[in-house]
């Protein structure tokens, strides 16, 4: 028996239901907005990480060496390869670009509990403007996808920050200053004990002093005492675009789903502007279910014009977004569903043919037997994909030119006329003919 | 500038709505059939390919030794990995299982017109049925969606044949004949020179006269002939097992697009019973567009309990189904489509915000600026993502209370009071107004 990679899964019919139905929603929500479809390749050159985040990235990626002795990577996001792609069509695009799909990444990381290393993501991405309204589009998305699968703000907060505060305070204190360890410490302010905090604080270069002031104006709740504090354009201007955002997400209705929480901070270096990170209220679900943000200087680094961008990645199936509707009561369940089992007794196969094929026809869900199986196994298969509605075409029914329709909830049947009852309705059911 | 690798795509938005539909079109059939999605990984041990093709194979798959020191590879088809869940499940699972999927699959191969080394496949399964129904249903699945597609019988052909009518008879011949070697030899009866296909049914084993003899019978009018010739259960059953499969078929409404080829042998060894190819009647479309077939062995092979089993894997995307669609004038044209597009001019983001998110939540595709562009670029805007109404909010307009609704086709436009021309209609329009 073979077993499957550890870190990946296997997704059986009933299970795969609840995800379908929620990418389905978070598509058709982005769809909604206009950011239209791409697809991408699963395979990209291993230069478009390593060139940006140095050669230790490859071991967490599934890299390596492909026959025409290309150094390879399975995509472990989607971003650089958008980059890329904006990057080869160039002006062609007219701007803004909006995109989004739907795929799997992958991973080398230590596999533990709601981590996998395949996962999947729904990626969606405005390109060319450097608008807040671009900005606050994409929390707009975000929103209206969590609201439309049944979350509401009692549900979640987006922890809103902005680079160039957090790049901006600490330039202004007057030292050598790592910013993006720093800012890395930050990311980590909610997840180490607080000596750890500091101690990544003052490896980045600043005093335990200097730390903690630092510490304290990130829970600042006048954004003008950061401004006052830093004195500096940098600061000034990043507190007018967050601010800015802020008022295009209150007319574009995602508002109310913002908290500004400057300690938030995305990992990932190529952020530039203002990031976000989407939490559960409850703290159940314990780590960000998901992020996004600005990243205005990454086509350019591509070797493309400046393009300024700004996006968000929903995980879906292995990820935390289940995690988050699970808590909340709103997963969809776990089931399959049929609307008609059209269920044969003897040699009644070519009438049960024709009954299949105008359901299917008109758009039905239509199963039939295909194993060769008697009254009760056919029977207990259609109560297994939770079929409506049974047709039972039987040879002796036939012979008075009738069908049975068995409403499988109540158990109830009745007969109905072979020749005319797919006349009845356009779905006919037991109560058409009761 | 990064490049992708080669064998790969991009699929950018206008070229990806075809794609899109056709694989819509192709699940929801699927669906209607009783098919249940499933979603499975992209990675697997490679023992899966190497255990039953032996090691050689690994030079046409992206396979790997990951950082675990795990042998792996990027999975070059689906069935392996569904007889791997089927087998890991083993009886909890009611038969018979009818799964789908649509994915990506990689395979290192020569790069040629039409052949990429990703490509996708929707995959449709029946597990645990060896009766015939379950491959005319297969049958009728594949037709279904090319008809649903748009295709007509006049423009592709399903190649019909059965494993054990070549093995059979190439048995019935008094030799020590490779079988196997022999039905890959008749697969390429079509497409090399005479002198090689006999050549490799000579090496296979059978003289040259032998190799005349049997390729006559590939052939014969009469399937009788065949039985008579080989004089053999296992013939006369084969030749059964077809005709019975054709005539399910027939009730299941495929057997017009079903022609017998009996050198139609399908290149991978796990097939066992009938399998069969379609191909695009006028040739324009070269090689085949798609197959299937039924591998009763192979989750035994596996593993499992014995499990019969039949399935098809059509070409979408990378592949050559939308060559023939595109033959046969059927493929969807390549656009995008909105259907409104919420114009601002000066400081109306908030009236405007009310407009989108209303539209957008009664489902229609709405865009508005994001960019802080001015009438004339956002109109280009609107025009160049084909909007069909342009909703204009200004600041003038609204000083009247009106806004200004224009129909992009006809360029007419109209006032509508900016209080009511919701309330108008579900999906309020020019001809609303005019």
Known sequence: MYERIKGFRDFYPAEMSPHRET????????????????????????????????????????AFEDKGGRHVTMTPELTPTVARMVVAKGQELSKPIKWRSTRPFWRYEQVQQGRFREFYQTNVDVFGSSAPEADAEVLAFAADALVELGLTSEDFDFKVSHRDILGGLLESFDRDVDTEAAIRAVDKREKVEPAEYYGLLEDAGLTYDEARQFDDLLDADDR?????????????????????????????????????????????????????????????????????GRYDDLIEDFGGQPTPAVGVALGVMNSTLPLLLQRAGVWPEEALSTDYYVLTVGDTRSEAGTVV??????????????????????????????????????????????????????????????????????????????
């Open 357 to 434: 094929r105008e359901l299917r026809s008109r758009g039905y869900v239509v199963e039939t037997d295909v194993a060769d199986r008697g009254f009760g196994s056919q029977l207990g298969y259609a109560d297994g994909v939770n079929a409506e509605t049974v047709i039972v075409v039987g040879e002796r029914d036939l012979e008075n030119g009738e069908v049975t329709v068995k409403e499988m909830d109540s158990g109830e049947e009745t007969t109905a006329p072979f020749d005319s009852f797919l006349d009845a309705a356009d779905r006919p059911t037991y109560d058409d003919f009761a």
């Open 224 to 292: 003008q005492e950061l401004v006052e504090f830093a004195g500096t354009d940098r600061v000034r201007e990043a507190v007018g675009n967050l601010d800015a955002v802020l008022e295009a997400a209150e007319d574009f209705g995602a508002r109310e789903y913002c908290t500004v929480a400057l300690d938030t901070a995305r990992g990932l270096d190529y952020y530039t502007g203002v990031v976000f990170e989407c939490f559960d209220t409850t703290g159940e679900v314990g780590r960000s279910v998901f992020g996004g």
């Open 23 to 62: 990418i389905d929603t978070v598509e058709s929500v982005a769809a909604r907005y206009g950011f239209r479809e791409i697809a991408t390749p699963a395979l990209e050159h291993a230069e478009l990480w390593t060139d940006k985040s140095g050669d230790d990235i490859v071991d967490e990626l599934y």
